[in-house]
Nanobody, 127 residues
Framework: VQLQASGGGLVQAGGSLSLSCAAS????????KAWFRQAPGSAREFVAA????????YYAPSVKGRFTISRDNAKNTVYLQMNSLKPEDTAAYYC?????????????????????WGQGTQVTVSS
């Protein structure tokens, strides 16, 4: 499965951006999906995840209430709507996916849970 992320850009603090991640394979609909981000000099960190069923959704505390993850199985696409952006949200954002192997919060937070990664799309928030 190949993942293609898009939608990054430059935005002022308080603004919004919407990221998309399109998959090459329809089996994507049966995968757990997530967004991670990585700032220069920092480790890749969890942002949000959604199970293949679209059930309970998980968010990092730093983005909860501001970001929304969603998916459209018909389009093989996962989205990340980002509102009320802050300069500390500046990072390269990566989408990730894997066959659903578990369903508890710790499972989704780890980069090792995911088999497939997009190429990253840069989000820069100016103050």
């Amino acid at each position: 499965v190949q993942l293609q992320a898009s939608g990054g850009g430059l935005v002022q603090a308080g603004g919004s951006l919407s990221l998309s991640c399109a998959a090459s394979d329809h089996t994507f609909s049966r995968y757990a999906k997530a967004w991670f981000r990585q700032a220069p000099g920092s480790a890749r960190e969890f942002v949000a995840a959604i199970p293949w069923s679209g059930g309970r959704i998980y968010y990092a505390p730093s983005v909860k209430g501001r970001f929304t993850i969603s998916r459209d199985n018909a389009k093989n696409t996962v989205y990340l709507q980002m509102n009320s952006l802050k300069p500390e949200d500046t990072a390269a954002y990566y989408c990730a996916a894997a066959p659903q192997r578990a369903d508890y919060s710790g499972y989704y937070y780890s980069t090792t849970a995911y088999d497939y990664w997009g190429q990253g799309t840069q989000v820069t928030v100016s103050s």
